[in-house]
């Protein structure tokens, strides 16, 4: 009866030493768990269910993080002339949005394009440059992960920010203030406007850099992005590890929008009619404003990241 009894103890005891959630696979990346799902089933599948190719959604290698009227479309479209990234089509907002961030990385695994084995996943959302709980949460999914940053004139950023959300109202046909009305209180420049505190580079880049060495950011040059693509894509290829495929004949000046398309397989694409928006008239009095505040900021963020911008 005794050693029924301590046999059952023992079995009790191992049974609680069996993990509650699997483990991380072998060649996870650190801090990753590792979730894979595989792609529906074809008609042509495996005997294992899986289709042939392998196929599946995977947690993104890469996220291009921001920055807000940064760029960060014109950037996905161009990486996505690569063969080896599959993107995620939406913004997917898992990392800055609490209804998101709280039904855990299966329902962010769930909002992933399929991929390849071969092939990068990325995501981007530009919001999550400046959202403070973002980097300590990417992080926790993977430490090893590489971020891209595309950044412009942050002035000029300012005022692509308000002309969005100017021509949302106008679409909505709902009124709405003049950029002035924003920028200016009491005669002087309103530091409380939003516009203005997401190109504080050098803010969010320190929260950022808490978390990641500063070579697992790759920052674009959005200005250049606009006058000459195709150098800086071959950077985004480089720090990503991608064999060079991306070409110089990937990209045509269309006259009429006034920036760069896209080839690809002889097809061409531009981007939504939204994008290139001309900004509202603003007077120079206040731009030299704006100049003059993000002058302190950018020399900041310069010296934090080692590296200089052909900025106002």
């Known amino acids: 009866m005794a050693a029924l009894l301590l046999g059952t103890v023992l079995l009790v005891a191992q049974l609680q030493l069996v993990p509650s959630r699997p483990t991380a696979a072998a060649g996870a990346e650190p801090g990753q768990q590792e979730l894979v799902r595989k792609a529906a089933p074809l008609q042509d599948e495996g005997p294992d ?132 009305e924003f920028l200016l209180r009491d005669g002087r420049l309103n530091v409380d406007y939003k516009a203005l505190n997401r190109s504080l580079y050098h803010v969010h880049m320190r929260n950022w850099l808490r978390f990641f060495p500063r070579r ?53 694409r531009c981007l939504h009619e939204s994008k290139g928006r001309a900004h509202p008239h603003v007077d120079p009095k206040l731009l030299n404003k704006l100049h003059e505040y993000f002058h302190e900021p950018n020399k900041k963020f310069f010296e934090l990241v080692g590296r200089t911008f052909d900025w106002h």
């Open 216 to 268: 697992r950011v790759h920052i674009v040059d959005g200005d250049r992005l606009i006058r000459d693509p195709f150098p800086e894509i071959q950077k985004v290829e480089r720090f990503l590890k991608l064999s060079p495929q991306i070409n110089a004949s990937n990209f045509y000046f269309n006259k009429t929008k006034g920036f760069y398309c896209l080839r690809d397989s002889g097809r061409d």
């Open 49 to 180: 269910g899986a289709a042939p190719n392998g196929s599946a959604q995977r947690l993104p290698q890469t996220i291009i993080i921001g920055v807000r009227k940064g760029g960060t479309r014109a950037l996905l479209e161009m990486l996505s002339l690569h063969p080896d990234v599959a993107a995620a089509e939406n913004e997917v907002h898992f990392f800055d949005w609490e209804e998101h961030y709280s039904q855990g990385l299966g329902w962010y695994l769930s909002q992933m394009p399929l991929s390849g084995p071969h092939q990068l996943t990325v995501e981007k959302t530009p919001a999550y440059f400046t959202s403070p709980k973002v980097p300590e949460r990417v992080h926790g999914m993977n430490p090893a992960i590489r971020l891209l940053l595309i950044l412009r004139d942050p002035s000029e950023r300012v005022l692509s920010d308000y002309t969005q959300v100017l021509y949302n109202h106008l679409q909505k046909r709902k009124p709405y203030p003049s950029i002035e």
